[in-house]
């Protein structure tokens, strides 16, 4: 495969939140046929009101924030998961 194709697929593991080499392995070897792919994600988990945290990573301001959404941290989020 060529080298722009790796990154694109890289690229396709970043942004759905896949460990790297996912699309590769799974999805690479189907381009180009007919397919239907399915995702379960919760919209408004019951966590969301629960609340995150975002902290300055250092004193620098060009330094990205530390970023905690804190998904799955009420239960109920895991089996509403488990029950899609």
Do not use: C
Request: charge should be negative; avoid cysteine.
């Amino acid at each position: 495969m060529g080298h722009g194709i790796e990154k694109a697929q890289a690229e396709v593991d970043t942004v759905q939140g896949q460990k790297p080499g996912t699309f590769a392995k799974y999805y690479a070897p189907h381009v180009g046929k007919d397919a239907v792919v399915a995702y379960i994600e919760l919209m408004r988990p019951p966590s969301i009101n629960e609340g995150g945290e975002i902290k300055l990573s250092s004193n620098n301001h060009e330094d990205p924030p530390l970023i905690d959404p804190q998904y799955l941290k009420n239960p109920a989020d895991v089996q509403d998961l488990i029950d899609g």
